[in-house]
């Protein structure tokens, strides 16, 4: 579904990731683990369209998006949910997530889809009048989920979902990507918590300093010495 070939990517001299090759096929959930600063954000904004690549190829369905620009990206099924949240503040909860809807023209689509974010997340519906902004940390995270799946994305990518929120919300949002991964969503999970990210993967890669220096099943991973020594705290 999705195939990145040898990407390398620059800010000015330094090289941000170095030859990156992976692959995430449909109807799976695929992590990518790694500290701080080892280019995972990077490769994602890659792969939307909001930065380029130096070289190496990105293929979603059979079809070259290296180049493509971020709504064309948008267009074709991929949906980025950014670290750190980032809602429209200043606008209702319902008006961030029609925001997720932009490109679409289909308004039965839409209504349902909507019904369907409400389903999944129920205090949205509460709130929907709401500030966007003065949620709570759990609920904004909730709302940028919701808005990217306005959009109706095939693969949804998702930006350290639960940075700075409460263990009981963590695995809140991780039953809910699992659940939204059911219903036929593929998933590309960059994630600093390594034991939730790989505990649900069905494949996942290690990113370090821009490179891919390990990759395997989920259950591979967190069973391996070195994954447990260098993320799992064994």
Known sequence: MLKIRDLNVHYGVINALKGVSIDVNQGEIVSLIGANGAGKTTLLHCISGIIKSTSGTIEFENND???????DI????????PEGRRIFKGMSVE????????????????KKD???V???FPRLKERL???AETLSGGEQQMLAMGRAL???PKILLLDE???GLSPLLVKEIFKIIIDINKQGTTILLVEQNAKMALGIANRAYVLETGKIVLSGTGEELSNSDEIKKAYLGG
């Open 161 to 163: 979902p639960s940075m």
């Open 150 to 152: 306005m959009a109706n």
């Open 118 to 120: 409400f389903e999944r």
């Open 95 to 110: 008006e961030n997530l029609l925001m997720g809807a932009y490109l679409r023209k289909d308004k039965e689509g839409i």
């Open 65 to 71: 998006i290296t180049k493509k620009n971020a709504k």
């Open 129 to 131: 009048k709401q500030n």
């Open 114 to 116: 909507l019904e369907s």
């Open 74 to 81: 948008v267009a074709a099924g991929i949906t980025q949910v």
